[in-house]
Each structure stands twice: as C-alpha cells, then as structure tokens.
C-alpha cells in the first residue's frame, strides 16, 4: 500500500522558506522608511507646485502657473545658474584635489595611517560648524586671510569676500570644496586599493613611464568608481543647502543663492509653499541627468571586463 501523500505546504510558507521571499522580508522595513520618509514628500512636493498654497492655506489646482511664472523670474534664473557654475566648478575642483590626495595617500609614505584619519576630519565635522568657522575667516573686519595679506604688504585694505557678488561665489565655493574633498580622496583610495600592483609593475617593466602608467593602467580600472563618486559629489553639491544659508543666506543681492537655497526662502520665510515646491521640482531634472551619468558610467565595467 503506498504511503499517504504529504500534505502540500501553504503558500505562505513556501514564500517565507524561498530565498527571494526571505530577502522581500527583510527589505519591507526599509521601504517602509522611504515610502514614509522619501516617496510621500517627493509626492507631496510635487502636488503643492501644482497649486498655490502658502502657509497657513491648503491651496487651490492652478496648473502650470507657478512654473510659468519662474520662467519670467530673474532670481530664479540667477539662482540656476549659481547652482550650475558652483556645481560644476567645485566638482571639478574636489574631483581634481581629491585624486591627487588619494594618489599621494596611496604611495608608502610615513605615518600613512595617520593621515588617512586625519585627512576625514572636514568631512565628519558638521557642516554648521563648519560654514561658522569659514564666516569668521571671511569676515570683513577680522578675517585671517587679509590680515596676512596685509601683514606680507600684498594687499592695501581687507578683502570684502561675503560683501562682494563673485567674491561671495567663490567663498562659497572654496568652502565646499574644502569639505568635499576628503569624500573623494577616500573614495578614490579605495579605489586604488583594489587595483593589482602587478599591473603597474608589469608596464613599468615594458617601460612604460609613470604618467603612461596612470592613463593606461590606473585611470581605465579606477573609472566605475570615479562614476559613482562623482555622481555623489554632483548630488550632494547641487543640493548643498546648510553651508549657503549659514554663510550668505543667498546674498549678497541674492548672489550666492542656489535652487535649493532659494526654494527655501520662498516657501518658509516668504510663505509661498507652491513656488517654493515648484523650484524644488524643477532640480529634478539635474539630479536625473547625474544618475544617468553614474549609470552609463558603470557600464565601462563590462568593457572592461571584455563584453560587447
């Protein structure tokens, strides 16, 4: 007599016992949290551009109007291209000093260990701390920079860097890149961590020169991580937000504002929620176009690793 069949798991629990269901359960947490704290205020940001709320008033349906508006706004146009000429020149810049750093950090120097540390120090301090420190450096009266300047007799009289439009500008600029650069310095020497010496010692062998070996050998092995840092880089300096408000606040004559700078003033101090939103919205389209960087800058590993 055969023995009887067994009775056939539920389907819950062939779910929960398959590795796919298992992992599905152990994300849910986690995309609890980005519905919750992410997706309902993207939405919500992009619903309150479509309407003319302020604080205090729900709003009304108004359609385009506020985009429409923005496209006749000079401030508005200003603040794009602040955001634009400060993302791409201090990302230029932290991506420039940044190799260079991971390369020197790289060689076998004396107290490497100690430097690595050291170099993460303007990244782990609080970016508030951080702009208070360099608002003292660049004040009017008692900056450091020009009472050297003045003590060494290059100078006549102090540099007005916040005072000043292009001046203001390029504080700004040198104050994020002072904070980003160990961002990329790290990021790029674990990059060069990875890499096989036996690489750059078989063309040094073959004679290759050490600048041959940096864009033959390093450079071509190191650009899936270049790709992902400096899409990161991109993200985090076109949306630095803590760093402007505390130093300039968008001045001077609204100089030093960025979209994200700017979106705020409008829609808390000023009380205009749907303008504010709609400035916030019309970032989106830059920080898409910085993830599709990274994506088709990934794709270089299968070229490299011999796929069509």
Request: hydrophobic share 55%; with cysteine; proline share 7%.
């Amino acid at each position: 007599m055969p023995p009887p069949p067994e009775p056939r798991a539920s389907l819950w629990r062939r779910f929960v016992e398959s590795r796919n269901g298992l992992g599905l359960l152990f994300m849910l947490p986690a995309a609890a949290f980005l519905l919750c704290f992410l997706t309902y205020p993207l939405g919500l940001g992009v619903w309150l551009g479509f309407t003319d709320a302020r604080i205090g008033r729900p709003g009304v349906w108004i359609g385009l109007e506020n985009y429409a508006w923005l496209m006749d706004d000079p401030v508005f146009w200003l603040a794009v291209f602040n955001t634009l000429f400060y993302t791409v020149v201090a990302s230029v810049l932290k991506f420039g000093l940044g190799l260079w750093l991971a390369l020197l950090l790289n060689r076998h120097l004396p107290f490497k260990n100690f430097f690595r540390a050291i170099i993460l120090l303007p990244w782990v301090v609080p970016t508030v701390l951080s702009a208070l420190a360099f608002w003292w450096i660049f004040d009017s009266q008692f900056s450091i920079i020009s009472w050297v300047l003045l003590k060494w007799g290059i100078i006549s009289q102090p540099i007005n860097f916040l005072g000043d439009p292009w001046n203001a500008r390029l504080s700004v600029m040198a104050a994020n890149v002072w904070r980003g650069i160990p961002f990329v310095a790290i990021s790029l020497l674990a990059g060069l961590q990875t890499i096989p010496q036996s690489l750059n010692e078989a063309a040094a062998i073959d004679g290759a020169t050490p600048w041959q070996r940096f864009r033959r050998v390093t450079l071509p092995l190191l650009t899936p991580i270049i790709a992902v840092v400096m899409t990161f880089s991109v993200l985090f300096t076109f949306t630095d937000f803590q760093l402007i408000y505390v130093l300039t606040r968008g001045g001077p004559v609204n100089a030093t504002h960025l979209m994200a700078t700017l979106s705020f003033q409008r829609a808390i101090p000023g009380g205009q929620l749907g303008e504010g939103a709609a400035i916030a919205v019309a970032m989106i389209p830059f920080l898409l176009a910085a993830i599709l960087f990274s994506f088709f800058g990934l794709q270089r590993r299968k070229w490299q690793q011999g796929a069509d």
